[in-house]
């Protein structure tokens, strides 16, 4: 294991896990911090569990952190009785927030994948106080800088999915494949950081438990952005961006921001779509006192 930068904040903040049936099936969940502060619900990214948001979490002391694990990542079990599209992470993270009991003063952040499934929800009548997209998909991915890379994923994916299940699986969980896609999304110069974020990813990229709903989950994140639901969210909005980021470039951004009835831009330079990893104290300053602001709305 490589040491985390972030360790020694992070062991700062009480923690405590829980399960909890959702629409038929098990979520894993964690609380970070003291439970009668203001709440923020984080929801990680595609192939990624709880433990990718850490970082950030490490940088918000002052809020109650409500961070589960997607239905078919990490410890969370798959959808029984519907298909893991975005339709159905929306409606899981709707009843997943009635069911852990969160009232409606709370804060919605989503991550890349997240962001999509958070802003569908809060288009589908979620009503959090406010919203945090942090490197939100903001155009269609074949689309983006690398969407000759995303093609070759789609292709990745396919071979998955017909390959037999075991062959599937091994393919799904290539080292050599995940280091590739990490050193690709990684822009520090940092040699540290960088072993963390490839250690994070090996350990964690692969920890789903269902190949038909990784291939599922695959095909909803570049099937759909945040841009779809943009107009119908009115709770207050900000979008953290990086301008390296190879999955929406920052001129993707800036026409995002202009689809909201209510959103702010705040971008962070020299990093890329892992600013989760990358750049978690400087994306905590922009989080934590627009979060403030909607716990005393």
Do not use: C
């Amino acid at each position: 294991m490589t040491p985390s930068p972030y360790a020694a904040a992070l062991a700062r903040i009480p923690v405590r896990e829980h399960r909890t049936e959702v629409l038929g099936t098990e979520t894993a969940w964690w609380e970070y911090g003291p439970a009668d502060a203001p709440t923020i619900v984080i929801v990680h990214g595609f192939r990624g569990d709880h433990h990718g948001l850490e970082p950030v979490v490490a940088h918000l002391p002052g809020f109650r952190i409500v961070s589960p694990d997607l239905p078919s990542f990490g410890a969370s079990a798959p959808f029984a009785d519907r298909p893991h599209d975005i339709a159905g992470y929306s409606a899981w993270l709707a009843a997943f927030i009635d069911a852990a009991g969160i009232d409606g003063a709370h804060v919605l952040l989503g991550h890349s994948f997240g962001s999509i499934v958070s802003a569908a929800a809060v288009a589908d009548g979620l009503a959090p106080r406010r919203l945090v997209l942090v490197n939100p998909i903001g155009a269609p991915a074949l689309e983006g800088p690398r969407g000759v890379m995303t093609r070759l994923a789609v292709l990745y994916y396919r071979a998955a999915a017909a390959l037999p299940e075991r062959a599937g699986f091994g393919l799904l969980r290539n080292g050599a494949i995940v280091r590739v896609m990490s050193a690709t999304m990684a822009k520090t110069r940092d040699r540290d950081l960088r072993r963390f974020i490839h250690d994070q990813h090996d350990r964690y990229f692969s920890a789903f438990s269902d190949r038909d709903a990784v291939l599922e989950a695959f095909r909803a994140s570049v099937s759909h952005d945040v841009s779809e639901y943009a107009e119908r969210i009115t709770v207050p909005t900000l979008l953290v961006a990086a301008d390296r980021d190879d999955i929406t470039p920052i001129d993707a951004q800036r026409a995002l921001v202009r689809r909201f009835p209510d959103a702010t831009l705040e971008v962070i330079a020299d990093v890329g779509h892992l600013i989760h990893y990358e750049a978690p104290a400087e994306a905590a300053a922009y989080v934590a006192p627009f979060a403030a602001a909607g716990a005393t709305a």
